[in-house]
Nanobody
Framework: QVQLVESGGGLVQAGGSLRLSCAASGRTLSKYAMGWFRQAPGKERDFVATISWSGGSTYYADSVKGRFTISRDNAKNTVYLQMNSLKPEDTAVYYC??????????????????WGQGTQVTVSS
């Protein structure tokens, strides 16, 4: 079993930056693909970014490409999402997730086995 805890959310003005962290316990993350998803009020949970188990491959939603960067530190059992040039439409609860064994490119929520509780990101205009 893997427990995931997100942190780093908050309120920021448009154009600002935030760095989300997702710390794992219970099991090493090193074999899992990791992803970030977000859910705005009244909307479905959307894919944001994913990184392969090795960190060698990353994929992003078109809406965040060039602004967000996903990374991982397997020694610290932690995954990060650096968010720059934030826009009001980035406002959502952000969730990290772990799934798959030694795979990459997981962009659908059902492909992930473990989820954090989420952290709120609010971008003011």
């Amino acid at each position: 079993q893997v427990q995931l805890v997100e942190s780093g959310g908050g309120l920021v003005q448009a154009g600002g930056s935030l760095r989300l962290s997702c710390a794992a316990s219970g099991r090493t993350l090193s074999k899992y693909a990791m992803g970030w998803f977000r859910q705005a009020p009244g909307k479905e949970r959307d894919f944001v970014a994913t990184i392969s188990w090795s960190g060698g491959s990353t994929y992003y939603a078109d809406s965040v490409k060039g602004r967000f960067t996903i990374s991982r530190d397997n020694a610290k059992n932690t995954v990060y999402l650096q968010m720059n040039s934030l826009k009001p439409e980035d406002t959502a609860v952000y969730y990290c997730a772990a799934g798959g064994d030694y795979v990459s490119g997981l962009r659908r929520a059902p492909e992930y086995d473990y989820w954090g509780q989420g952290t709120q990101v609010t971008v003011s205009s």
